[in-house]
């Protein structure tokens, strides 16, 4: 089975960043896309961006520009950076393969506001 560890989530001002990790162990040799997802109360957990290295990376519109999925210098590690954080970014955050497997970490919640 494969487990998956967020942390970094916090309570952050409007405009402030955060750095969420995500770390994954188990048997993952086979995965070679990972994303980062977030999910609020009574909502659909929706994908916020996922990479495949090295050659795609996907963004939702809603955070293109402001958040960057990225590898760490970490053996199976990864890295969401959030810029510009906006009250309507407060969720919790959960990283996971692509496609999503049936198991989910607990999730960092991150939280925007004043």
């Known amino acids: 089975q494969v487990q998956l560890v967020e942390l970094g989530g916090g309570l952050v001002q409007p405009g402030g960043s955060l750095r969420l990790t995500c770390s994954v162990s188990g048997t993952i040799s086979s995965i070679r896309a990972w994303g980062w997802y977030r999910q609020t109360p009574g909502k659909q957990r929706e994908l916020v961006a996922y990479?495949?290295?090295?050659?795609?990376?996907y963004y939702a519109d809603s955070v293109k520009g402001r958040f960057t999925i990225s590898p760490s210098n970490a053996a199976n590690t990864m890295y969401l950076q959030m810029n510009s954080l906006k009250p309507e970014d407060t969720a919790v955050y959960y990283c996971n393969s692509i496609p999503s497997s049936g198991n989910w970490g607990q999730g960092t919640q991150v939280t925007v506001s004043m």
């Open positions: 990479m495949s290295p090295p050659n795609y990376y």
